[in-house]
């Protein structure tokens, strides 16, 4: 066991992939190392079967990121890491065919908590018309944009799961403002009265030749149940199918309270994959 260096991002995806549903690009892992406040050699350990690090969540929550097939010693080194920091709520999950990691969890004492869903769409079955509400118009990012983006991501997310503050600015840029999560033609703004209602920030998944992927879908509480959400959310698929992408994805939380999941099912999306969280109280 020992903390990866720069040059293992390679393996570290590798041991990504034997569960989850999409590839990992090594550009993720690299951009992971690089976020702001992570530090590589004090917050992660790598061995050759399994991949284990921390992410401070703010508000005394420990992000454990468990990859491969991790051991007890590990899951005890990240915990103690955790303690370390002053974090005393852990956090951490699996993905539905990893039944070692499950067990592994719940054998430490975690509790299944929650869970996530991937959902997909053939592109080639969306018939359905974006319908833009009365007064409502949409356009793609344009330079300055970018604060708006980030209260309105901020503002629309309240409401989700651990959403418990905003996202430091800094952070979000480091994930977003940059390539390949920045495509600027595939960032939406829907407005009214040049005010913002809405935004959808999509891209590429390099990794998976043909997938258009919705990043962040978000409408601000003003224009909720107004169809402002399925408007972007078909307009996005419409402009994948002109880029030649043959699918459309994305991960939502299975018990959003914004109705995200409904909105996803009535459009044709299925789910592919699930990701269960758990959680443990550290002492």
Known sequence: MRAPRPEDAPAVAELYNRHAPEPMNVVWIERAWGEPGFDLEADARLTRDAYVSL???????????????????????VEGRAREKGLLRALGGAWDGNAALKALLEEAGYGRIRHSWRMRIDLADVVEEPVWPEGVTVRTFQPGDERTFYDVHQESFAD??????????????????QPPAFEPELWFLAEEDGEAAGIEINHERPEVPGLGWVGILGVRRPWRRRGVGRALLLHAFHEFRARGYTEAGLGVDAASVTGATRLYESVGMRVTAHFNFYEKQLQ
Request: cysteine-free.
């Open 160 to 177: 989700h799961w651990e959403h418990d503050e905003p996202d430091p600015y800094d952070e979000w840029a480091h994930w977003l403002l």
């Open 55 to 77: 992410w401070d969540g703010r508000g005394g929550k420990a992000w454990l990121d468990l990859q491969g097939s991790p051991t007890s010693e590990l899951l005890a080194w």
